[in-house]
């Protein structure tokens, strides 16, 4: 079974930054590569970034690209999305997610979810 959980979701002011922070279960970290997605009220769900099991590519939305940086730590079990110069269009539940395979592939196909984090940036 796979299990996510994020952490670090908040309010924050437009040009602000934010970390969110995500675990899991150790076989996640020692195999799947991991990304972020993102879901605002009324939209659809969107991926935002990912990185390879082992942190050789990233791929990220164009929509944070440039603003966005996704990073992870195998041995600690921890996957961070460092979020700066935030935008009030950057309002939207974050959710860790994982993909059965060591690369992201250019792919948003991903194959679990964890509950999300909020993250609200006021204007």
């Known amino acids: 079974q796979v299990v996510l959980v994020e952490s670090g979701g908040g309010l924050v002011q437009a040009g602000g930054s934010l970390t969110l922070s995500c675990t899991g279960n150790?076989?996640?970290?020692?195999?799947?590569?991991m990304g972020w997605f993102r879901q605002a009220p009324g939209k659809e769900r969107e991926g935002v970034a990912c990185?390879?099991?082992?942190?050789?590519?990233?791929y990220y939305s164009d929509s944070v690209k440039g603003r966005f940086t996704v990073s992870r730590d195998n041995r600690k079990r921890n996957l961070v999305l460092q979020m700066d110069s935030l935008k009030a269009e950057d309002t939207a539940m974050y959710h860790c997610a994982a993909r059965e395979s060591p690369s992201c592939s250019g792919s948003w196909n991903f194959d679990a979810w964890g509950l999300g984090t909020q993250v609200t940036v006021s204007s």
């Open positions: 990185i390879d099991w082992s942190s050789y590519r990233t």
């Open positions: 150790e076989r996640i970290f020692d195999n799947y590569a």
